[in-house]
């Protein structure tokens, strides 16, 4: 993503807390601009449209999980991979979390037509595949089939979560060291 200037990071600050809360399609373009102090005239030269927003929104939130994740672990990729539900469980008591932002995009936006589609999917199999190079590293069997099943664990905790189920990371956690066998 480009540099933004202080009113394009307004705009994408205020889009992101808007999106995330409300929903986008919820969200007008006129409530994004009076959030952020300015006119929709300067939010569409900063971001060209809702739609090149949105995805800007979910590009930055991708980049955020994947430095916020690049902090758990431990030495090994067995802690590592074990970690990942770790800072799941603590992103969402840090998030105030309303479920996936991807997982929430994606049923607004199902169209593999929108820009910020390709961001939602990208996101998802960086996670599959994060999962797999951390098993090939641990030495699982089939480091593949390990990750489809870690990313339904990963993803099973974000929807139990948003349902307000206590302990969800905790419990994939447990499941996917027996996975690992």
Known sequence: MQKLTPAGRRVLDV??????????????????????????????ACFGSKDQLVTAYLTERDQRWRDWLAEWGGDSATDRLLGTFDALAAWMDREDFRGCAFVNALAELPSADHPAHAVVVGQKHWMRDYFADLAREAGVADPEDFAK????????????????????????RKAAAALLG
């Open 149 to 172: 099943s870690a990313l339904l664990l990963y993803e099973g905790v974000t929807v139990a979560a948003s349902a307000g189920i206590d302990g969800a990371a905790a419990q994939a």
């Open 15 to 44: 889009a992101a807390e808007l999106f995330y809360r409300q929903g986008i399609h919820a969200v007008g373009v006129e409530a994004i601009a009076a959030g952020a102090g300015v006119t929709k005239k300067t939010l569409y």
